[in-house]
């Protein structure tokens, strides 16, 4: 039988590995919690319910699930430097976290698609992206005392490459045109509004698509700065682990744990970032409920221009997106962020 927790002896002083129970605690019910939320919010409000959430769904389910079947034992782990539930249940372990990990990542990579091809081919988008094809990406005893994934070279490039350092490529060059698109979308409708302003509107309208696209640059670094920062160095220390077959136990860890929790940074990033989702996170939370968005769709080729009342509303994040009414695809800015 697997020894006990109290078999296992402190290989660290009390208070740091007290402080360290508190950072993983805190991270696994942020993971938990922002999830779970993520899934009830979409189940209880019909105007979620399209095809790009079911991805950001697949995305919270798919960390949830890390949260909880993974991140215990590597917590257990990681304090007690020692592993107490024996051999055959480090397997199971060792193969839920790398496929629970792999289909995070893939996750984000099929969102970024989705939202490439949502803005550089809005016409096609509806046959590219279908419910049968967005449900594949959906479908997804001795006593050793140390548990951790044994690597070859071969696996360790295949899996590193194939499930990260590809994924990032493409996704710096699908949100490198998302943001250039919507760059150029804001020099027309500069030029458009431009064209019906006079006196002092005028540097107001100019200033206004700036405006956007800083708030697109930060939104799009937000996303793509948290995937890069927490997964990063673990694919980094991952390859060379295979490459040599060895590397220090506490740097591993570190990077580890760095890769989980953007698990936890997920339902902020792909959904809170979203006004559609905020305005659900507050009826769900019985908070207070926030508002319409302040800036109206703005389309191509018309002219557009603002209210007063808008023009005193703050300026939440923008970028290129694409909304489907009553059948007519058309192309603006809005706050949705993670549309």
């Known amino acids: 039988a697997p020894s006990s927790l109290s078999d296992a002896v402190l290989k ?8 360290l129970a508190c950072v993983l605690g805190a991270l696994f019910v942020l993971t938990v919690c922002g999830n779970v ?3 009830l919010v979409v189940c209880h409000n019909r105007k979620l319910r399209n095809l790009t959430n079911c991805f950001i769904v697949s995305l919270a389910v798919t960390d949830l699930l890390l949260g909880l079947l993974v991140l215990p034992f590597s917590a257990v782990n990681e304090l007690f430097l020692s592993w107490p539930f024996g051999a055959t249940f480090c397997n199971v372990y060792t193969s839920l976290d790398v496929m629970l990990c792999t289909a995070s990542i893939l996750n984000l990579f099929m969102i970024s698609l989705d939202r490439y091809y949502a803005v550089t081919a809005p016409l096609r988008y509806a046959m590219l992206v279908t419910p049968s094809r967005v449900a594949v990406n959906k479908g997804a005893g001795d006593r050793d005392t140390t548990c951790m994934l044994e690597l ?21 060059v699908t949100y490198y045109r998302i943001f250039k698109i919507a760059r150029e979308q804001a020099k027309r409708i500069n030029t458009a509004t ?3 302003t006079a006196g002092a509107h005028l540097h107001s309208h100019l200033a206004l698509p700036s405006v956007r696209e800083h ?12 995937f890069i920062v927490c997964w990063f160095p673990y ?12 590397v220090d136990q506490t740097v591993y860890g570190i990077v580890l744990w760095l890769g989980y929790a953007n698990s936890a940074l997920n339902p902020i990033l792909y959904a809170a970032l979203n006004r559609d989702f905020r305005t659900a996170y507050s009826q769900l939370l019985h908070c207070r409920q926030v508002g319409p968005a302040a800036v109206p769709a703005l389309h191509l080729g018309r002219q557009h221009t603002h209210s007063a009342a808008c023009e005193e509303c703050p300026l939440e994040e923008h970028v290129l997106t694409m909304q489907d009414r009553n059948g007519e695809y058309r192309l603006f800015l809005s706050d949705n962020a993670q549309r």
Not at 12 to 19: C, F, G, I, Q
Not at 156 to 166: H, I, M, N, P, Q
């Open 12 to 19: 660290r002083p009390v208070w740091p590995t007290v402080s």
């Open 37 to 39: 939320l993520v899934c």
């Open 152 to 172: 070859n070279k071969g696996y360790a490039l295949l899996d590193a490459f194939g499930t990260f350092y590809l994924p990032l490529l493409v996704m710096c």
């Open 194 to 196: 431009c064209s019906g």
């Open 215 to 226: 708030k697109a640059t930060v939104t799009l670094a937000a996303v793509m700065g948290a």
């Open 235 to 246: 694919f980094t220390v991952f390859t060379y682990l295979g490459l040599q077959g060895h």
